[in-house]
Nanobody, 125 residues
Framework: QVQLVESGGGLVQVGGSLRLSCAAS????????MGWFRQAPGKEREFVAA????????NYADSVKGRFTISRDTTKNTMYLQMNNLKPEDTAVYYC??????????????????WGQGTQVTVSS
């Protein structure tokens, strides 16, 4: 069973930082597009960021550009999301995801096949 396991969520004040991690088990995702989505209460799941297999190409939602950085370490089969200058509107459950095939850094959640269980990020004002 393929598993993606997120960690690093928590409670932080406005302007603070958190780093989320996503570790893959059972198989390597070194050749897959990976990404982060988030879902706030009462809202649809939305795209946050995606990264190519090499880490050389990234894509971000406009709402997080300049504040969040996605990266990956293929030797550790782990992906990261560094979140700086956090705002209350960043409060959500953050999900790690990977595509089974395809090379586009898609913002469409239906293009991703593997999902983690999510980690809660709460930004207090």
């Amino acid at each position: 069973q393929v598993q993606l396991v997120e960690s690093g969520g928590g409670l932080v004040q406005v302007g603070g930082s958190l780093r989320l991690s996503c570790a893959a088990s059972e198989r390597t995702f070194s050749n897959n597009i990976m990404g982060w989505f988030r879902q706030a209460p009462g809202k649809e799941r939305e795209f946050v960021a995606a990264i190519s297999w090499s880490g050389g190409n990234t894509n971000y939602a406009d709402s997080v550009k300049g504040r969040f950085t996605i990266s990956r370490d293929t030797t550790k089969n782990t992906m990261y999301l560094q979140m700086n200058n956090l705002k209350p509107e960043d409060t959500a459950v953050y999900y790690c995801t990977a595509r089974a095939r395809g090379w586009a850094l898609s913002k469409d959640a239906t293009q991703y096949s593997y999902w983690g269980q999510g980690t809660q990020v709460t930004v207090s004002s």
